[in-house]
């Protein structure tokens, strides 16, 4: 009679429970690098990294404007930075995680690497449990500080505990990816974690082995043994977590003090400015606002014209409105983009219908913003539906206000 589905399962699984495990490992190349044994075919070691890691004094106020999952007044010692090499490139069920590091920073600023690393596939499940301790050391709840992490490293972790019926840990998690992108994509040629390493902090990673290789490196060490290209892999790893810990320093360098730290690092100032002052809005704390608003003045001042924009609209809410239209006018100039001539010439046509009462000067704003969008520009209409309604209101300057309600709230709402 044949076996249905369940019971074809049971054998195999008592049949795997008979055979030994007979692939014998040697370990001793492993131990002369310091790796000890930490569960079944799963092995540890701890490494210091050779410089400190050098922070504010203490988590800035900022830090969660800049790295959300980061809270103000967060311990240094209680960030936990995480990086996985696994047997692929995608998170499918299949893809199986054999070497993890973990970073701590100690009271000295100093950088304390963990590393763990599954010899082959019947250990999953200690290097699984291994893994998850390090998540409770410590006694306070770690915030997992990653690189790409959300869409990766985390998700293969899940994936991996479900998979040995291991309940997954619970964490705080800041993805420096993002925060990484806003500052320093228009820097460079991409924004990996090796490219910010090398193209802005200045990290020399000569020698390193590629991570893409990683999954070659670890099926070839389970068909031959070949230990060498394994520790390549290993050094690769440990970088990483040194260079997360120095991408995460200039962040918190940045957020501590912002105009200090534009003298030594190099990034998007008009971007840290936009970013910082839309998170800051609706802070209770007012220095974190009027920072913004310090910062967004600043970019507008070195010539970055969308923070000039945004500046001057600013100036124009607060009541500064001579102060923000002189911003505008130097929006609207030959140098900037002409999207962005024309929101400005939009601007200054709404000022000057509204509260100069110079219906013939709106006009010739509009008029010009027109010229700059293109024929299939989606802008077109409403610039066109404005001209039509100043030619007929010009005049009538002394009807402002009683003339179509409804544009010249929808004006009032974006300025």
Known sequence: MALNLRDRLKRIQQTKRAEPVTRAVDLSPFAARGWAPAGFLTLRREITAGENIALPPAMPAAAGLLM???????????LLFFDLETTGLSGGAGTVAFLAAFGRLDRAGKLRITQYLLLDYP???????????????????????????????SQILKTRCLMNAIAPPEYRHADLLHPARRLWKRLLPDCSQAAIETGVLGIDRTGDVPGALAPDIWFEFLRSGGTEPLFGICEHNRRDIAGLAAIF????????????????INFDLEALALRWRENSRYEADTSLRATGQSLLRFAAEQGYPRAAFVYALSLLKEGKRDDGRKWLLKTASAACPPPLQASALRALAID???????????????????ALLAPDSPRREEFERRLRRLRIKRPHTEDTESCCPADSLEDTKEL
């Open 68 to 78: 959300p999952g980061i809270r103000a007044g967060t311990d240094y010692r209680d």
């Open 123 to 153: 250990g999953e499940n200690d290097f699984i449990e291994a893994l998850l301790g390090e998540f409770d050391a410590g006694g306070n709840a770690a915030t997992m500080v990653s690189y790409n992490g959300k869409c990766f490293d």
């Open 249 to 264: 320093s200039a962040l918190a360098r940045i957020a501590d003090d912002p105009f200090d730290a534009a003298k030594k």
């Open 352 to 370: 000057s219908e509204r509260r100069l009462k110079n219906a013939e000067e709106a006009l010739s704003f509009t008029e010009q913003a027109l």
